[in-house]
Structures are given as C-alpha cells and as structure tokens.
C-alpha cells in the first residue's frame, strides 16, 4: 500500500459518515488511486462456461485452474503483458451457499475491462446473465468501463447455422450487442500443430487484437470515471449541505421568534397586571391591611380582614394572567433537575414567585416597579429556556449544527481525496 492509500481511508470515513450510499464509489476510487496500476481485465459469466480457459488462451499460459466442473472459487492474478489479468467465480444464483462477492469483487471494484463469457452450448442467456449484461453495459455508459461479450466453445456447435441461431438469440435479447465468437480448444490445437486456420478459427487472435485497443482506453477511462464519482459525490454533499443549511435555518428562526412571542406576551401580561393593581397599591395614609385583628375579631368582618382579602384576591388574580401565558408556552413544571419531593411546589409560578403575597408593599414592588418587573421577565424567560419543547428544539439545532459540521469535514476530505487521486 503506498502513502497515499494510507490518507485515504480516514478522509473516506469522513465522507462515508455523511453519504454511506457511496460506500462502493469509494471503495472504487480507492482502485482508482493506485495511479500506476496495471489495467485490470477480469472475466464474468456463469460457471464451467469456459472463463478461466480463455484468460489462459489469451494470455498463451495455463496460469489458472481449469475444469469440468465448478473450479474458481475464489479471486486469483497474474500479471502477463503488462496487465493484470483476474480469474473469478462464476455467478450462478442456482449453486447454493455460495456467494457472489469474490466476482462481484471482480466486475465491479476492480475491473477496468470485463469479458463477458457466454458457452454457446447453452443457447440463449438466462434471466440473471440478461439482467447483469444490461447492467454492464449501462455501467459502460456511464463509467466508460468496458463489457466485451465472448460466446465461448463454439466448437461445441454442430455448425455454423446453428451458431447464427444462437448468436441472434442472444441479439435479440441483448440489442446492439457485439459478439466474439472463440474456441479455446482450437486455439490450443492451432498452437499446438501450428495450424494457422485453426488459430485464425479460433477467434482468439481477433480477440486479442480487440483487447489491446480496448486497454489502450484505460487511462482515458480512468481519467473520466474518477472525475465522474468525484463530481457526483461532491453534488450529492453539496445537496445534503444546502438542506442542511435550510433546516437550521428555519430552527434558529423558529427559535427566535417562539422566544420573541413569549417575551412580548410577558411583557403585555406584565403590563396589564400592573395597571389592574394599581388602585390596590396606590393606597395613601394607613394600610388596614395592616390593622391587627384582636381575639374579638375572630368571627368579624374587620377592615384589615377586607384590606387583606383584596390584597390576596388581587394576587391570585395577577397569578391567574401569568400562569394562563406560560401554559400557553409550554412553561409549567420545573425542569427534573430542581424538582423536590413535593410535587405541589415543583412549578415555575412557585420557583419565581414564592408561595404567596400577603402585604400590599410586596406586591408594589414585585408588580409595579422596574426593578422587580424586570426580575420576574429574567426569571421566566429563564424557566422558559428550560422547558421541555425549548430543550427539545435547542437539541435539534445542536443536532443539526453537528450535521452541518460532518458535511463540512466531508467536503473537505472529499477535496482532499480528489487533489490527491489527481483527479
Ligand atoms: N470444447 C470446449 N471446451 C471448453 C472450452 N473452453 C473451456 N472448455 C471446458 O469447459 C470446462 C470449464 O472450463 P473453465 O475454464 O474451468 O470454466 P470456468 O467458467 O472458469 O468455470 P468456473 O471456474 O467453475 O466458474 C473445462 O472442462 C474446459 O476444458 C472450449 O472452447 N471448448
Ligand atoms: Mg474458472
């Protein structure tokens, strides 16, 4: 692994927190950042249809494992010719308990050129080949990655009309598709005699004419497909950002304004209070209400009895405003932190107020005067902030800050990663 695979990963990781979606684009630049490798041609096909034969055919050495049977189970290299050439197990979906991501490996991650191998003895493609040559040859679209189709063991057909029968079969189910009809038993028995003819017969030297053009594209495909999975991840962090953007936004204004709505209605509560008791706190001369009763006075309507009782109804009903606003604003209990034991005591009208007003002076200068208006305004706004929906809305704004935080450092190393992929 040189250094600048070392790099990768953890700017990957940054990118991956926020898009996981892009777990194989990634994986696939990764390939992609090994700058000087060799062109990676891999085969793709069902099993026992003859893949790891033509990779020896058309490499003019028998490297990998060939049989009558299912014999590639796993990933095997050769480097020949200044490639690398990449043996894979066939995709068989009716061969049980074996999965597909050694050869899902292969096509997807790693290779930059696929041959398609189809036995011609089978005739037409099944469902799953059909379903996966259409995806390669979208991929090809898209990536510039290329798919050739090789119908193999030709020799395996009784003649030439029976091969055009198979062969339009397949186009039919495939469109536009190119063939490349081999035989990799002729070709070794053309090797092998020297039989010109045979070796001509055999497609193999077409097909590797064929392939040298095709690898000599790599670079350029290359080029196009880092640039292309840059470009889209880079768009879909900047999509995810710009929403990301638009929610805090619209949090923090509704933060603010839901803080701007409680204050102004404190305010005009505050107000309102004042002025209803003003008549009761104006009072000149003596207060009855601070008449003491004498026993005699027990079961009599007294004037400090009356003073006093105006007094606590004025109170109560200034209770009464502010209770009905911060209800409305979702203000009532004391946050779990400084409840106590009983529950009665654990509300914020409490908290701030006390539990009762008894003298006309306390409520002159808890109601009517700057300097206790505006201790009531701090301590409600106080306990507004602490209240359920206000903690809940400042922990989704703090959710969304970090989110905001995340696509950052995503773009930074996707940046990063581009600049260092050369790309
Ligand atoms: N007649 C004929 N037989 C072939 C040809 N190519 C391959 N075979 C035979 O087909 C069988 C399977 O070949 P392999 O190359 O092992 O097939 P494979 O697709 O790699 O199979 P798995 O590794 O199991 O996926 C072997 O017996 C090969 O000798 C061909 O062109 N003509
Ligand atoms: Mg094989």
Redesign the pocket.
């Known amino acids: 692994m040189n250094p600048q695979q070392d790099l990768f990963d953890p700017l990957a990781r940054e990118v991956l927190a926020v898009a996981p979606g892009r777990a194989h684009d990634l994986a696939r630049l990764r390939v992609l950042a090994r700058t000087q490798a060799a062109p990676t041609i891999t085969v793709v096909?069902k099993?026992?249809?003859?893949?790891?034969?033509?990779l020896n055919e058309l490499m003019g050495r028998d490297v990998f494992?060939?049989?009558?049977?299912?014999?590639?189970v796993t990933l095997s290299e050769h480097h020949h010719a200044e490639l690398r050439w990449l043996d894979a197990?066939?995709l068989d979906a009716d061969v049980a308990l074996q999965d597909d991501s050694h050869a899902q490996e292969a096509t997807w991650l790693q290779a930059d050129v696929r041959l398609f191998?189809h036995a011609a003895k089978e005739g037409e493609l099944d469902a799953a080949e059909t379903h996966l040559l259409q995806a390669l040859r979208q991929d090809q679209q898209r990536t510039r990655r290329q798919t050739l189709f090789v119908l193999?063991?030709v020799?395996?057909m009784s003649d030439d009309e029976q091969l055009a029968k198979v062969s339009a079969a397949i186009q039919t189910q495939a469109p536009g598709l190119r063939l490349h009809p081999?035989?990799?038993?002729?070709h070794r028995s053309g090797v092998e005699g020297g039989k010109s003819l045979l070796l001509q017969r055999s497609g193999i030297p077409a097909l590797q004419a064929l392939l040298r053009e095709v690898v000599e594209q790599v670079p350029a495909a290359r080029e196009h497909e880092r640039g292309l999975l840059f470009t889209e991840i880079g768009q879909q962090l900047q999509h995810q950002q710009a929403a990301v953007e638009a929610t805090l936004l619209a949090l923090r204004q509704r933060q603010q304004q839901q803080r701007h709505d409680f204050e102004q209605g404190l305010q005009a509560v505050l107000k309102k209070v004042h002025q209803d008791l003003l008549p009761i706190v104006e009072l000149q001369g003596d207060d009855p209400a601070l008449l003491p009763d004498s026993a005699s006075d027990e079961f009599r309507l007294t004037a400090g009895k009356r003073e006093r009782a105006r007094i606590h109804v004025a109170y109560s009903r200034a209770c009464i405003a502010i209770r009905a606003h911060l209800i409305q604003h979702g203000v009532e209990g004391l946050p779990a932190s400084q409840r106590t034991s009983v529950a009665s005591l654990d509300t914020v009208m409490v908290a701030v107020l006390g539990v009762s007003i008894k003298y006309r002076a306390d409520l002159r200068r808890q109601f009517c005067e700057p300097a206790g208006q505006a201790q009531l305004m701090a301590s409600f706004l106080h306990y507004y902030e602490l209240s359920e929906d206000r903690q809940a809305l400042q922990q989704q704004i703090l959710r969304s800050e970090a989110e905001r935080h995340a696509h950052e450092r995503a773009l930074r190393a996707l940046a990063r990663l581009r600049e260092g992929a050369g790309a």
């Open positions: 096909g099993y026992n249809h003859g893949k790891s034969r033509l494992a060939v049989a009558d049977r299912r014999e590639t197990p066939g191998v193999t063991q020799d395996q081999v035989s990799s038993t002729r």
